[in-house]
């Protein structure tokens, strides 16, 4: 019961469980939470799937979309997703990695047009076996880097 | 580009090249923005809108265009598509053509994106190997240099391997081809082989040789660079050694990596490839404004 406690239940909104320590705070950034409502964020926590740790995050009178919590896959694959209407799980959603990606992951190429000229960053899904994207502008193939996710432009 | 497109630009360009299509640029303005320095590309362009009747205007340095004064490439861009038909562009930065074609109401032909793309280098490749061989399906190719960092030849390899060719690429071991692009390669089944040297590809009985420049600042030592050229220099022995029926291609400029004994064999078809930009150019420029249909 004790448990229970440590990130305290919400009646409305969406809980992301299943986060890898300490990705918690990368999903704030790349759903681009930080000036938006209320969230809660539990870090490293124990589990029987993450050896290295878990994460939650819920996120208080707020709904993601389907394309937000697709977004969540790019770093964390394995995070599993509930939707609660009135203290309730209204919906467990499975999440899968996006075919499209839109402003939220900045090219390596430092010198793509989205990173010289303002082109607005879209990746397009390459091989989903090696969770590899193509940038649209320069072509280059890349792999998911966390440090290249960032808020939304 | 499907294949169809391909084929569409290459049987055009043969038939500019024949006389046809005359005129196909008349009454359209085409602008040339050229933000870094070219010479074939940007001549061959200009030399084709004058020689179909249409009218160009623009710059060859970026110096005098109006970023220098702050406006954005996409300002620019918006500014420029009011005043002409279609527009070609060379930039340093990868993916500026794309962000052009998304901002500009006319079509736009992209003349090399950094390190990206020379798509019309691939179109003029492709007409002088069709010129030359009368097909473009099941040919012998070697491609021999800089094959890590050219955009020519990752171009002109993709491309071959629309039409069933069998490849052997031929350099240093430190300017292989990259492994996606071999990967690629064998995912679709084509049939491909590398080697040190050219004369590793005797047996072969290539068609074409496709030779491109090693560049010296890829090496950090001086007398390194030079004895890895010295290898992959193109003489009339290594022509004695591929046989008679190989022909030398080049996107030039060229430096030491073809022996000017070797350009008044029949092998060397780069000068010709050089000069069949100009019907390739108007080709396109002639079906993306309407010109042609």
Known sequence: MERAYKVYAINNGTVIDHIPTPLALKVVEILG????????????????????????????????LESET?????????????????????????ISIPQSIFGVMQCPNPNCA??????????????????TYRCQYCERVTEIIPENLTAPE | MTTQDLWTVVTTAGEVKAGMHRGCLL???????????????????????????????????????????????????????GYCDAMVI?????????LASEVASVPVINAGDGANQHPTQTFLDLFTIYEEFGRLENLKIGIMGDLKYGRTVHSLTHAMSLFDAEMVFISPPSLKMPSNILSDLREKGVSFRTADTPEDASDMNLDVLYVTRIQKE????????????HGYRITRDTISAL??????MHPLPRVDEIAEEVDSTPNAIYFTQAHNGVPTRQALLGLVTGGIN
């Not at chain 2, 046989?243 to 030398?248: A, D, F, Y």
């Open chain 1, 33 to 64: 939470l930080g000036n938006e409502g209320i969230f809660t964020i539990g870090v490293g926590f124990q589990s029987k799937r993450l050896p290295g740790g878990k994460d939650i995050l819920k996120i208080e009178n707020r709904i993601l």
């Open chain 1, 70 to 94: 697709d977004t969540i896959a790019l770093i964390a694959p394995d995070a599993t997703i509930n939707i609660i209407k009135d203290g309730r799980v209204s919906e467990k959603r499975i």
């Open chain 1, 114 to 131: 989205t990173n010289k000229l303002g082109a607005h960053r879209h990746f397009e899904l390459e091989d989903k076996n090696t969770m």
């Open chain 2, 27 to 81: 009454d359209k303005t085409i602008a040339s923005l050229f933000f870094e320095p070219s010479t074939r590309t940007r001549l061959s362009f200009e030399s084709a809108v004058v020689k179909s009747g249409g009218s160009v205007f623009g710059f060859a340095d970026p110096g005098s265009s109006s970023q220098k004064k702050g406006e954005s490439f996409a300002d620019s861009i918006r500014t420029v598509t």
């Open chain 2, 90 to 98: 060379r930039h340093p930065v990868e993916g500026a053509a794309r």
């Open chain 2, 218 to 229: 890829r090496f950090g030592d001086p007398l390194e660079y030079k004895n890895v050229a």
């Open chain 2, 243 to 248: 046989g008679e029926q190989v022909r030398i």
